[in-house]
């Protein structure tokens, strides 16, 4: 048995090495992916055959590891970078291989390798417990992470709470992160922002993740004065401490944001009283809307227009649930602001439940029994509406669209390595996804659909809102 160095993958390293954090990329034929990382290489040998001298496989050895991949198995070799890797660990539960409760805080340590993205992070104390509605009961979880006092990570703004996406029905493990950046390039205020990484739990790889800011009242997300301010959140699931059903359209409408209890207490009142005057200010709105009144004294018109662009670019049906759709005032003198934007796993070529969906159903139209959303249509169908969304969506189109395409190829670099790592321990899951091994050919199918959605768009009377 033969013995001899690979100096078409050696060399490569060697030369890398001036690089920060590079990694060796083995993509395989079939389902065969490796990733290691070229500091934890000892050296890289290959085994012969002792039958006909033929190159049989690769030995890559490693402080703590040794693999051999079969030549054969072996498509490309790539050397790279990766997103940065975050461990989480439960000191008292160290057997525990998943999170049971998305109530429960669990004391935990975390835990950041950078890989010369973001800086690394030793081990710091921080509660961990599930998070999501829907996607708590997918075999992926995501997670909720709080410290004891505000902190920077990933690159992200200091807070006290972060939020790990699983992202687990999305085939492309894009769809938020681009609707997020279409966000971004409409200048929407407090929009999120992402970092994709890998997930070790307990020593356990969880696969692909990214880590984004708590939607709430906070320095790091909608930074308004959370004792004259207000969030509230329209959603069906309707689990929130302070909540109502709407006077004229019955929409679930929740007190996100702040907790009324503490303010009321700052204030010296009651939190009822609290709850009630916020309620009267959205009766009052919404009774505007209802009337088809002049809306310029009670809502931006510009954040609804934006946040319907962005919605309707993706195809993010849940606004007619509705479902994480947003709204704030800093003061009860403020108008109504649509936003942030939020959750698109439900998006794109993924609505009602189902894959590889046609790029050409309207945005507001409903899509299962007892959903409606005339208050948003009663608004869209207004001239002041129609002139601005018209205005802004030309924009889009001929300066933002190309901006949105060249991210989607770059965050598409940054991610496959992870993508297709993610896909092999998260294999498709008939009727809820297709996995992200075939990364690539997810994300052209992705971008194809973008493209054909933005003119169905352009050319449907109503901007594909309604029909």
């Not at 790539?78 to 998305?102: A, F, Q, R």
């Not at 409408?253 to 009822?272: C, F, Q, R, S």
């Not at 009283?273 to 009144?293: C, H, I, N, P, Q």
């Not at 001239?383 to 969304?389: D, G, I, T, W």
Request: with cysteine.
């Amino acid at each position: 048995m033969k013995k001899l160095f690979l100096l078409f993958l050696l060399l490569p390293l060697l030369s890398y090495g001036q690089q920060a954090h590079p990694w060796l990329h083995i993509y395989g034929n079939g389902t065969g992916f490796h990733s290691i990382k070229a500091s934890e290489i000892t050296d890289i040998t290959h085994r012969l055959s002792d039958s006909d001298d033929l190159l049989d496989s690769v030995i890559i050895n490693g402080k703590d590891s040794r693999r051999a991949v079969a030549l054969t198995d072996i498509e490309r070799c790539v050397l790279g970078t990766n997103v940065p890797t975050v461990y989480i660990d439960i000191p008292s539960y160290p057997d525990l291989e998943e999170l049971y409760d998305k109530e429960l805080y669990l004391d935990a340590t975390i835990r950041i390798d950078g890989n010369g993205v973001v800086d690394d992070l030793e081990a710091t104390p921080v509660s961990i417990k599930g998070r999501g509605n829907s996607t708590w009961s997918y075999a992926k979880k995501p997670y909720r992470l709080k410290f004891d006092k505000k902190i920077a990570i990933c690159g992200l703004a200091k807070a006290k709470s972060y939020a790990l996406i699983a992202n687990y029905i999305d085939c492309s493990l894009m769809r938020n992160a681009i609707a997020l950046k279409l966000g971004r390039l409409l200048e929407m205020p407090y929009t999120n922002h992402c970092q994709p990484i890998r997930v070790y739990f307990n020593g356990i790889f969880k696969g692909a993740y990214f880590i984004t800011e708590k939607i709430g009242i906070t320095g790091a997300s909608v930074d308004i004065d959370e004792e004259t301010g207000i969030l509230f959140e329209l959603d069906t699931n309707f689990d929130e401490a302070y909540k109502f059903w709407s006077t004229y359209y019955g929409l679930p409408v929740m007190v996100k944001d702040p907790d009324l209890a503490e303010i009321a207490e700052l204030k010296g009142v009651t939190p009822e009283s609290l709850f009630y005057t916020w309620r009267g200010d959205f009766d009052t709105f919404e009774a505007k809307v209802y009337a088809g009144e002049d809306l310029s004294e009670y809502m931006d018109l510009e954040s609804l227009v934006n946040y319907l662009i962005v919605c309707n670019v993706c195809c993010n049906r849940e606004p007619v649930w509705p479902k994480s759709l947003y709204l704030y005032k800093a003061s009860l003198d403020d108008v109504y602001h649509f936003g942030p934007i939020w959750d698109f796993d439900w998006a794109f070529t993924y609505n009602d439940g189902v894959e590889n969906q046609e790029p050409t159903l309207p945005l507001l139209e409903p899509f299962q029994q007892g959903q409606h959303a005339d208050f948003l249509k009663k608004i869209c169908s207004t001239p002041e509406f129609r002139a601005l969304y018209k205005e802004k969506f030309d924009h889009f189109k001929t300066s933002l669209y190309p901006l949105l395409l060249e991210y989607i190829d770059e965050y598409a670099d940054t991610i496959e390595p992870s993508a297709i790592e993610n896909g092999l321990i998260w294999p498709a899951e008939p009727g809820r996804t297709e996995g992200s091994f075939y990364f690539r050919e997810n994300v052209e199918i992705l971008k194809e659909w973008i493209r054909n959605r933005v003119e169905f768009i352009s050319g449907h009377e109503n901007y594909g809102l309604y029909n």
